[in-house]
């Protein structure tokens, strides 16, 4: 019998606690394609980049400033 055991999935409303922003505005990202994602058997968006989901919405949701204008 071959096990596999899952990495740390994220779902839509951890990554909204991380971000934060509403879990509405991470569902609506995620389907309009703008976040990677997958979706489990449930249906449910999973994330398999959290911190990279987390920068995403960051700069679309203007929460920070995209990585070119950053000053240093």
Request: charged letters at 35%.
């Amino acid at each position: 019998m071959n096990l596999r055991i899952e990495p740390r999935r994220y779902t839509s409303t951890e990554i909204a606690r991380l971000v934060p922003c509403s879990g509405y505005h991470v569902r609506k990202f995620a389907d309009s394609g703008d976040l990677k994602t997958a979706k489990d058997h449930n249906g449910w968006h999973i994330f398999p980049d959290p911190e990279e989901a987390v920068r995403t919405l960051r700069r679309l949701l203007a929460l920070e400033e995209p990585e070119s204008t950053q000053r240093e």
